[in-house]
């Protein structure tokens, strides 16, 4: 008799619940005749790690392949036949091996194809007249800024005065004001109390 092969999985963290579990009286009769509390053992419960799968070349190929392109574990698990658990462990295997992106970078190429399929869609609409009116503006604006920032020039102005105003910096500026002023074609009127004193009074 051969011996039975070694279960390519790896056991879950520590479930909650004792290995042993108790079974309720009705069960313990069908167990032993209920003549003395009954225990069933529980299964352990194991997830795919991914090393048979990764052992057969042509499918290893295949699910690094469709990893890799950023298809999604179900739709890689029906293409291929297989669980999506054992999809789930070859991917965390790769990802520890070096061989595929981290979530992030993955996460982040995924956006970039959804945000561009989008902006191809909503252009197709804009040709086909589908796009209102009083959405072109709107969009056209934001659609100018995202593009400023994707190539890396400024999209905004913010100015910056560094140091409080003082006495000296105000009265400054409001003389600047007044320079700037053009000329009064006016005539000096003294006032009466300036000719008293000019006169001497009386």
Not at 71 to 95: E, Y
Request: charge should be neutral; charged fraction near 25%; aromatic fraction near 2%.
């Amino acid at each position: 008799m051969k011996p039975p092969r070694k279960a390519n999985c790896t056991p879950l963290e520590a479930s909650p619940g004792p290995a042993l579990a108790s079974v309720n009286p009705g069960e313990a009769q069908g167990l032993n005749g209920g003549s003395a509390p009954a225990f069933v053992l529980r299964r352990p419960q194991y997830k795919p790690n991914g090393n048979y799968a990764l052992k057969d070349t042509e499918l290893a190929s295949a699910l690094e392949e469709r990893l890799a392109a950023g298809q999604g574990v179900k739709a890689i698990a029906k293409a291929l036949g297989v669980s999506p658990g054992l999809v789930r462990g070859v991917r965390d295997r790769l990802v520890r091996e070096g061989k595929l992106a981290p979530l992030k970078e993955r996460l982040a190429k995924l956006c970039e194809h959804a945000s561009e399929t989008a902006v191809e869609s909503w252009l197709e609409d804009l040709d086909a007249g589908k796009v209102a009116t009083r959405d072109k503006p709107l969009a056209a604006c934001q659609l100018i800024d995202k593009a400023l920032l994707l190539r890396g020039e400024a999209n905004a102005r913010l100015e910056i005065r560094q140091g409080q105003p003082t006495i000296e910096t105000v009265n400054r500026e409001l003389q600047q004001l007044l320079d700037s002023l053009p000329p009064l074609d006016a005539e000096v009127i003294e006032s009466k109390a300036e000719s008293d004193k000019a006169g001497g009074g009386g």
